[in-house]
């Protein structure tokens, strides 16, 4: 029997293989706004960079999946279809917390620490010399 292809299927191994630049938000206490980028790939390291202040920051950023499996047990049912699937790590919207580092053309480090699901859904703060920004993806 031959195998059948599917092409929305290639597409997508291409696009986890080649990253996706995403654009993501800073937010100061003041209401003022920077936009940067952020690279979303299937394999470390991931890219991270923002202008900010008149100064380029570019650096890397490091992610792990945050066990829900008990509170989504809990919520859904351990028979449930939702809980079936997270367990069996076919999920693609697990929660993920992330670290990045990024050094500043300036000389200036910047943090961050962020929580997302998929590619375009997730928050944190960035510390800058003892500045909180919100990140938003």
Not at 32 to 57: C, D, H, M, Q, Y
Not at 62 to 86: F, L, N, P, Q
Not at 125 to 132: Q, W
Request: one cysteine or more; proline letters at 3%; charged letters at 25%.
């Amino acid at each position: 029997m031959p195998i059948r292809r599917k092409p929305w299927c290639l597409f997508g191994v291409l696009l986890a293989l080649a990253g996706c630049d995403q654009e993501f938000r800073l937010l100061a206490d003041d209401g003022s706004e920077t936009r940067g980028t952020i690279v979303i790939n299937s394999s470390p390291p991931n890219e991270i960079a923002i202008a900010l202040k008149g100064e380029e920051f570019a650096g890397y950023w490091r992610s792990y999946v945050v066990d829900e499996s008990e509170a989504i047990r809990t919520h859904y049912g351990a028979w449930s279809s939702t809980y079936k699937t997270y367990a069996s790590g076919l999920s693609s919207l697990k929660l993920r917390h992330a670290h990045a580092v990024m050094r500043g053309s300036k000389g200036s480090l910047m943090e961050c620490e962020f929580d997302y699901r998929g590619e375009k859904n997730g928050q944190g703060v960035c510390d800058l010399a003892g500045v909180k920004y919100r990140l938003l993806l």
